[in-house]
């Protein structure tokens, strides 16, 4: 069977074969056939005529463009919804523009938002705290764009060590702080007039952002940033080496180009350093040899928590890393134990 059908104001024709077992026998099965996704097979939006064996022509053809003029009519209201809600997302988050310019402005805190903002320093709890002063604090930012839009993120305290060094410790994931110097606090903190990034705990240890002033929302790494700064030459062949082995320190002396053969040396010839995120119960950093790191992170929108292991820099990976399981139905303990059985392999090659 066949049907020959004249599509569009071209008056193009068209011609479908049916196959036997799906032949409509009937008037409705032959509605249905046409009115399913067989017709939506062209690109032309208005059927003229249809014809086959049957004297359903006319009625067909209404059929059909109605379906059609339904179409047409959803893709306008989905525009206009869409239209709706982007002028929703801009007045919002210019209101969050405007709690940013309150927050960052010392003398003007009747804003409720804003003073629940500064309450909230009192919920974090930075590690090492005995070891120096609190000089200033403050709440950080609201987000002005994305899934977050209007959470506070990043707040931070100016301290003083016992050699009266001033430098920064930053808040940017569940027990996680990182340090920057004094002199980086416009580069990271409020790069432009009403931008301030929000700076976040890569899954590969370094604190990093996608929403740093015209970059594309490209993913920036601060410890990138903040070394660039200071040499301005391009170095396409070095990378950027945490001198104390620790990636949450960014303050600009503890950061320098490098070989990746001065950094592996760099690693051989210094103990795994504490880092400022904690290992998890039962793991100590005695427990984790050479080459093998921890991790953990958020995934999935109701950003549940997952840790896992990896070996990086040795010299027989053919990869950048190795990844251990992130399943959290397996016990930590078997994770390293896995992951250490996975690094004698790469040792024994």
């Known amino acids: 069977m066949y049907l020959l059908i004249y599509t569009g104001m071209s008056v193009t024709k068209?011609?479908?074969?049916?196959?036997?077992?799906?032949?409509?026998?009937?008037?409705?099965?032959?509605?249905?056939?046409?009115?399913n996704d067989n017709i939506n097979n062209f690109d032309d939006t208005e059927v003229i005529k249809i014809i086959n064996n049957t004297d359903d022509n006319k009625y067909l053809t209404k059929t059909i463009v109605k379906k059609n003029k339904t179409i047409k009519d959803k893709d306008t209201s989905?525009?206009?919804?869409?239209?709706?809600?982007?002028?929703?997302?801009?007045?919002?988050?210019?209101?969050?523009?405007?709690?940013?310019?309150?927050?960052y402005n010392d003398n003007s805190k009747d804003n409720n938002y804003v003073k629940d903002a500064w309450k909230t320093l009192d919920e974090y709890n930075i590690p090492n705290k005995e070891k120096f002063t609190i000089i200033s604090a403050h709440p950080g930012h609201f987000v002005t764009m994305g899934y977050d839009t209007g959470s506070l993120k990043n707040p931070y305290w100016l301290v003083k060590d016992k050699d009266n060094k001033e430098f920064y410790i930053m808040?940017?994931?569940k027990d996680t702080y990182t340090y920057f110097s004094k002199e980086e606090f416009k580069e990271i903190i409020n790069p432009a007039i009403d931008?301030?990034?929000?700076?976040?705990?890569?899954?590969t240890g370094y604190i990093a952002?996608?929403?740093?002033?015209?970059?594309?929302?490209?993913?920036?790494?601060?410890?990138q940033l903040v070394c660039k700064k200071y040499n301005v030459k391009e170095r396409d062949n070095l990378s950027v080496d945490h001198i104390n082995q620790n990636k949450l320190d960014n303050q600009h002396t503890n950061l320098r180009f490098a070989t990746q053969s001065l950094q592996n040396e760099n690693r051989g010839k210094r103990k795994r350093q504490c880092n400022a995120r904690p290992l998890p119960e039962g793991v100590t950093h005695a427990d984790i040899p050479k080459y093998v790191v921890y991790y953990q992170g958020t995934y999935g929108?109701?950003?549940?928590?997952?840790?896992w292991f990896c070996i990086e820099q040795?010299?027989?990976?053919?990869k950048r890393r190795w990844e251990g399981t992130k399943s959290m139905a397996i016990d930590i303990k078997e994770k390293l134990k896995q992951t250490k059985e996975k690094l004698e392999e790469y040792d024994k090659m």
């Open 195 to 203: 931008i301030y990034p929000t700076w976040h705990f890569h899954t």
């Open 209 to 223: 952002t996608k929403s740093y002033p015209n970059h594309d929302n490209t993913m920036i790494y601060l410890h």
């Open 14 to 35: 068209k011609i479908v074969k049916v196959s036997k077992d799906k032949q409509p026998k009937t008037k409705v099965d032959l509605i249905k056939f046409i009115v």
């Open 78 to 103: 989905d525009q206009s919804n869409e239209i709706k809600e982007k002028r929703k997302y801009e007045k919002r988050s210019k209101s969050v523009i405007e709690l940013n310019r309150e927050l």
């Open 301 to 307: 929108p109701q950003k549940k928590m997952r840790n």
């Open 314 to 318: 040795h010299p027989k990976l053919e």
């Open 171 to 173: 808040y940017c994931f």
